[in-house]
């Protein structure tokens, strides 16, 4: 007797084989009293203006929300002096890169990110069927010219997190700018801002002006870090008009709620209560740096709210052993393996008290 031959089934298409699954980070045991520092999301919450605007929402649930996110798009444009027309919002961050992706690449064409960026780029790139092309780093930033060394005629798309994640590194201005003078005009810069609104440097500039002046620009912003709303899922671009377009085309007639939209207005529009979150983030992360360097870590310096904790190498001490010991005591870090960064964790900066458990733990298990 032979076996039967295996019955055909439908095959994904090649490239999605190769993606390594994203793993969220951990949330730690249900019931007992958990600092979860391992996603980057605030520890403020979100704008109680957002809060009563999402709760408002609540009565029009059977209607399908405003797919030109109108609304939204002017509040935008109004806080940061842009273009409406230009803006394009998305279920995430994450959906406008996915929808970066899949407008842009296909089998065939290179996308480029660096070492330790985001691991979403590589998932939207291998999802498209192109090749994801890694520039390495140079002490934990990134490196322009490593960039453009591996630019080719195939690269489509340069995904550029600044600052990045998970390393809370950034490009000065000048460097990006140096970056985007050295691509064909035909290959796509995507610069991903999720934590532009923490960085307080003079020589940073989110993308906003690359993006007015160029064709080949495009800046991801999200409303889940210094919004605070993560669980609604909320992101926009500032494109050029042609992307935006071809965005628009492409995306969900409907891909933003109603209530993520109307959060969105309240949370934009509450310019104060940003301030507060950017102020207690500027404090406790020069804290938690000078806190942890003083135990003899060492602590890659951070503009965003999370920071690169480096661990040594031995055996009790390492990584691993660090955040068995933090899980232990309700303490929840993020494991960086995905990252190739195994010898460190990632701390999102948290409130008074979680920030003092940290150090505090941090303490006990280096002694
Ligand atoms: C958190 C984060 C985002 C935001 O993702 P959303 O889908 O908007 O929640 C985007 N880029 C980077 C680098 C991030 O760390």
């Not at 390492?318 to 005591?329: V, Y």
Request: aromatic letters at 8%.
């Amino acid at each position: 007797m032979t076996s039967p031959a295996p019955r055909p089934r439908p095959q994904a298409k090649p490239g999605i084989s190769e993606i390594a699954p994203y793993v969220p980070g951990k949330s730690g045991a249900k019931g007992a009293r958990v600092f979860k520092l391992s996603s980057n999301e605030t520890p403020l919450g979100p704008s109680p203006k957002a809060i009563e605007a999402f709760a408002a929402a609540a009565r029009t649930l059977a209607l399908y929300p405003d797919g030109a996110a109108s609304e939204l798009r002017e509040a935008i444009a109004q806080r940061y002096g842009l273009n409406a027309a230009r803006i394009v919002c998305g279920a995430g961050s994450d959906e406008l890169l996915q929808l970066i992706a899949h407008a842009y690449l296909g089998p065939g064409d290179e996308a480029i990110h660096t070492e330790h960026g985001f691991l979403v780029y590589p998932i939207a790139i291998k999802a498209n069927g192109a090749t994801a092309v890694v520039a390495p780093e140079r002490d934990f930033h990134a490196d322009v010219d490593a960039i453009l060394a591996r630019v080719t005629a195939r690269t489509r798309v340069i995904f550029l997190a600044n600052p990045n994640n998970p390393t809370g590194t950034y490009l000065p201005f000048d460097e990006v700018k140096r970056l985007h003078a050295g691509l064909p005009p035909d290959c796509l810069l995507v610069l991903d801002a999720a934590y532009a609104e923490y960085v307080r440097r003079n020589d940073y500039e989110a993308g906003v002006e690359l993006v007015s002046q160029f064709d080949n620009v495009v800046m991801t912003r999200t409303f889940s870090k210094i919004h605070g709303l993560a669980a609604l899922r909320l992101g926009w671009a500032y494109c050029p008009e042609h992307v935006a377009d071809t965005l628009n085309r492409i995306r969900g007639p409907f891909n933003v709620s109603a209530p993520a939209l109307a959060a969105g207005v309240g949370a934009i529009t509450d310019r104060d209560f940003a301030e507060t979150a950017i102020a207690h983030n500027e404090n406790w992360l020069a804290w938690l740096t000078t806190e942890l360097t003083a135990l003899g870590l060492t602590v890659t310096p951070s503009v965003g709210n999370f920071l690169l904790v480096h661990f040594p190498k031995d055996a009790g001490r390492n990584a691993p052993a660090a955040d068995e010991f933090l899980t232990s005591r309700g303490i929840v870090l993020r494991r960086m393996e995905g990252y190739g960064l195994p010898g460190a964790l990632r701390l999102t900066i948290g409130d008074e008290e979680a920030n003092r458990a940290v150090v505090a733990a941090l303490a006990e298990f280096l002694r």
